[in-house]
């Protein structure tokens, strides 16, 4: 147990990038009472507790199903990539679907003390639509997700509507796409990209590629949010692009990129 607590590892090799599980463990704990309040934030870690010694008790309160209870969208469970209706040849570059949690994200997104009106954001791979409907609670000037595989665009559409009709939507506008990230072209202005482990280093390298002709005009710091960055080398090395920090102990890393 404290092996796993301390361990500077990937809780889930091969999936995960190598992060200080201690770290997140804290700022995890942390986030999880500015956004959710004390209360359920001890009962959903009581939950876990009971539900890693066999308790059958509680289990209403486990963290994914507050999340469901009190959001209503339907960004559940992990979609494996042989599940996924993405093209054959693309299969072995992109990533399986699961949601991130969209209090890491809050927290990491309101650390930038951007100007949100001057901004776009996009996810690229944004599945069922659980961070884009997050970022859509911020007054960005539009927020968009671009999304290889039909079902998951179709879900998040349906999220779209139900989060607009919660009346929670700040931003002008909320979009999904769907289509290959590698395709999806930016308007030249000021953007937020935030991605989660979508897909491998080739396609990330194309990503990368189109957003340094697409916002080659732009004055303003370019934000780029990665979630999991199992390719984050290429960020590293991209002369174009500086780390501005780690969160949750790198298993976020936050760029910018400055003309
Ligand atoms: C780990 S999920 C991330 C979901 C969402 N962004 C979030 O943070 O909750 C990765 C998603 O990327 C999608 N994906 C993989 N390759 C892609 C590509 N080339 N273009 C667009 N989406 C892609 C997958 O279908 C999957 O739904």
Redesign the pocket.
């Known amino acids: 147990m404290l092996q796993f607590i301390f361990t500077k590892t990937e809780r889930y090799p091969g999936l995960e990038v190598e992060h200080n599980q201690f770290q997140r463990n804290v700022q995890t704990l942390i986030v999880n009472f500015k956004y959710r309040g004390f209360w359920r934030t001890i009962l959903g870690v009581l939950a876990i507790i009971c539900a890693k010694v066999g308790l059958p008790v509680l289990e209403e309160y486990r963290f994914f199903k507050q999340n469901r209870r009190e959001s209503g969208l339907d ?1 559940d469970g992990i ?1 494996e990539l042989d599940e ?1 209706d ?1 093209p054959d040849g ?1 299969r072995s ?8 949690s969209d209090f890491e ?1 809050r927290h990491v997104l309101e650390k930038l003390h951007i100007d949100y009106p001057a901004y776009n954001f996009i ?6 639509g ?2 884009h409907a997050a970022a859509a609670r911020y007054p960005f000037k539009s927020v968009s ?5 039909g079902e ?1 665009h179709q879900i998040a559409l349906r999220n779209i509507e139900t989060v607009k009709q919660q009346d929670r939507v700040r931003a002008a506008s909320l979009t999904s796409v769907h ?4 395709s999806y072209a930016l308007p030249p202005c000021p953007h937020v990209i ?6 491998g280093a080739d ?1 990330l390298q194309a990503v990368l590629d189109g957003i340094s002709a697409d916002l080659a005009d732009v004055r303003e710091p370019i934000y780029f949010l990665y ?1 999991n960055p199992m390719h984050h080398k290429l960020l590293d090395m991209n002369p174009d692009y500086t780390k501005l920090w780690n969160a949750f102990g790198g298993k976020w890393m936050v760029f910018a990129k400055m003309k």
């Not at 996810?123 to 069922?128: E, F, R, T, V």
């Not at 997700?145 to 595989?149: H, K, T, Y």
């Not at 289509?179 to 590698?182: F, L």
């Open positions: 960004t979609v996924l993405i693309m570059s992109a990533s399986r679907y699961e949601a991130a994200f996810d690229y791979g944004s599945g069922k659980a961070i997700g671009v999304e290889l595989s998951m289509g290959d990230a590698t935030y991605v989660f482990n979508a897909f396609v979630n």
